[in-house]
Nanobody, 124 residues
Framework: QMQLVEPGGGLVQAGGSLRLSCAASGRTITNWITAWFRQAPGQARVFVGAIDRSGGIEMNTDSVKGRSTFSRDYANNTVYLQMYDLGPGDTGVYYC?????????????????WGQGTRGTVSS
């Protein structure tokens, strides 16, 4: 089993940046796919991006329009999502997720392990 915990989140003004973290325990992230999803009020979770087992990155350019950086800290078993030039449309609850499969999926239903979610709010 893998446990994922997301501290932080926050409120930023439009044009600002936000860094989210997700600490994993129970398993090392090395051989897992780790992903980020965003859920706006009343909407389904949307794939933001993921790091695959070889460290490659798949990004939903419709969601973040290339304004995000995905990274991992293997020593601390933590994954990060750094977002830049944020707008009100980026507001939502951000979830990290993990799956032990050989390829990335953009379907939230195919991830079995989830963090509790952290709220990111962008004010205009």
């Amino acid at each position: 089993q893998m446990q994922l915990v997301e501290p932080g989140g926050g409120l930023v003004q439009a044009g600002g940046s936000l860094r989210l973290s997700c600490a994993a325990s129970g398993r090392t992230i090395t051989n897992w796919i780790t992903a980020w999803f965003r859920q706006a009020p009343g909407q389904a979770r949307v794939f933001v991006g993921a790091i695959d087992r070889s460290g490659g990155i798949e990004m939903n350019t419709d969601s973040v329009k290339g304004r995000s950086t995905f990274s991992r800290d293997y020593a601390n078993n933590t994954v990060y999502l750094q977002m830049y030039d944020l707008g009100p449309g980026d507001t939502g609850v951000y979830y990290c997720a993990a799956r032990y499969m050989p390829y990335v999926s953009r379907n939230a239903m195919e991830y079995g392990f989830w963090g509790q979610g952290t709220r990111g709010t962008v004010s205009s």
